[in-house]
């Protein structure tokens, strides 16, 4: 352990790559926003029950990878190893199913597994996700399949595979279970130590294991589709036939099975090709028990969950993830500390209009002032010089090409915006008459501001620079 290393399986998001975060978040917010949904945050833990409960005990996650402690009053708390179970957790609290027949809840923020890092495999991770409570119709399932693969899209990814299935309702299924049963027992002593486990608690995960001896031994097992019921079938065809309608394809993925346990009828996963063996950006399906299961209505739901972290992986090995830059539009350098209050005044009116604006160091020199204004990216430096100051005047500095021209602060505003567009707010710069009146606001604005940093009484005696 070291108090200058993050713990294992975790990391930093810096400054440059949260643009892509808050980029990234910002599409999601606005595509759940089409299709209805509201935003809920839940505690980061929960009774470490709910988990049990609400995602299953022979799971791998509880099982083996949740955060579990006991706190100072003696209860045991998790933290939150997926948002399923705290989203129902509140549903049933606040009494949701009273309020309206449906409701549509999404989330996004951070998880906790701990899991063995690897690519694409962190202890704490990034999920967004929805969920569809109330609503036991096939429209529900299609139309948030639909929703993961229309942020995607949105996100610019192309090669998209959803791959679905129906894991049938709890009767349909124990058929399944015993048939999967008594084959795989006869073949018990070619299968992975982890599937000999699995084989009496939770038969059907045996179906996902990507050891090649039982994948061998399950190609010979019928599909979860042959012992569907009629209701169960009906509903999985009619999924089927919406995404049709809208043109999306599918693939059916008789093995899919999903690992957790309160899956119902529908389950499916959106991969992006070619992403390596942690390739799946999404997963989910129907839960229709669940609600139930945790103490409340028997209400159906439906819902998916996807990894920040993947999403943003395969956009950038996509090369899909769009440039970000919070370079500063303008550095102000001051040449000594009596003028730092007119360019710290100066700051202020151009970030209120909407300007990224940096403010140097008075007490610096020009020319080290000169070099973190080139840092920082600016696209323009105005230089107040004790002797451009008191002619009302200042210097313009393109950093592009280093060209540079003295500007009387009265003309300040207007040559502020021909240079430099704002980089945050409202204000649009374009030829139209909406915009060219945004333009004139805009100067109109800085102008009046302006003339209050005009007015400034700085006193202009001991104006020194003293690194120079
Ligand atoms: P799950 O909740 O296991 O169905 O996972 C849903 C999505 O969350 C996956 O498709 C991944 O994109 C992401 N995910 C799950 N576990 C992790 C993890 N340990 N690290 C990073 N992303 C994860």
Redesign the pocket.
């Known amino acids: 352990m070291t108090l200058t290393t993050a713990p294992r399986?975790t990391y930093d998001i810096m400054p440059n790559q949260a643009l892509a975060w808050q980029w990234l978040e910002k599409n999601i917010r606005e595509v759940f926003l089409l299709y209805g949904y509201g935003e809920i945050r839940t505690p980061i833990f929960e009774h470490t029950e709910l988990f049990q409960r609400g995602i299953g005990e022979t799971t791998d996650?509880v099982e083996k990878?949740m955060y579990t402690f006991t706190d100072k009053g003696g209860r045991s708390i998790t933290l939150r190893?997926?948002?399923?179970a705290s989203v129902v957790r509140a549903y049933i609290e606040h009494k949701l199913y009273g309020q309206a027949p449906v409701a549509k809840l999404y989330y996004l923020g951070p998880?906790f597994?701990q899991?063995r890092?690897q690519a694409?495999?962190?202890?704490q991770?990034?999920?967004f996700?929805v969920e569809l409570i109330g609503d036991e119709s096939p429209v529900a399932d299609a139309e948030v399949i639909l929703l993961a693969h229309d942020l995607y899209r949105r996100l610019g990814l192309t090669d998209l595979e959803i791959h679905l299935n129906s894991v049938g309702c709890p009767h349909c299924r124990q058929e399944y279970k015993r048939v999967l049963t008594s084959m795989l027992k006869a073949a018990a002593g070619e299968l992975c130590p982890t599937c000999r486990v699995r084989l009496d608690r939770n038969p059907l995960r045996l179906l996902d294991c990507k050891n090649a001896a039982c994948q061998g031994i399950l190609s010979r097992v019928p599909p979860i589709q042959n012992y569907l019921c009629t209701d169960c079938r009906h509903h999985f065809d009619q999924v089927v036939a919406l995404l049709e309608t809208v043109n999306v394809k599918y693939e059916l993925s008789p093995r899919l099975v999903?690992?957790?346990d309160y899956y119902f009828r529908t389950v499916f996963?959106?991969l992006n090709k070619d992403l390596g063996a942690?390739n799946?950006?999404?997963?989910?399906g129907r839960y229709d028990g669940l609600v139930e299961e945790c103490g409340g209505p028997a209400v159906p739901g439906v819902g998916?969950?996807?990894?920040?972290?993947?999403?943003l992986t395969t956009l950038e090995q996509r090369g899909k993830l769009p440039e970000f830059s919070n370079s500063p539009n303008l550095y102000l350098i001051p040449l000594g500390e009596q003028l730092s209050a007119v360019a710290f005044s100066l700051a202020t009116t151009l970030r209120r209009a909407g300007y990224i604006v940096e403010l140097g160091n008075g007490r610096k020199s020009l020319k080290s002032q000169l070099k973190t204004a080139h840092k920082s990216g600016a696209a323009l430096a105005v230089i107040i010089g004790e002797d451009e100051w008191q002619a009302r005047e200042v210097t313009f500095k393109k950093m592009d090409d280093g060209s540079q021209k003295r500007i009387a602060v009265a003309d300040l505003a207007t040559e502020i915006v021909k240079l430099v567009h704002p980089s945050v707010g409202t204000s649009k710069m374009g030829k139209g008459s909406q915009e060219r009146s945004s333009v004139d606001d805009l100067i109109d604005t800085l102008q009046k501001e302006l003339a209050m940093v005009n007015h400034l009484v700085v006193p202009l005696t001991n104006c020194t620079n003293k690194e120079e």
């Open positions: 399986g996650i990878e190893p997926e948002g399923t998880m597994r899991e890092p694409g495999r962190f202890r991770f990034h999920q996700g999903r690992g957790l996963e959106i942690q799946a950006l999404c997963g989910g998916f969950a996807s990894g920040i972290e993947r999403v």
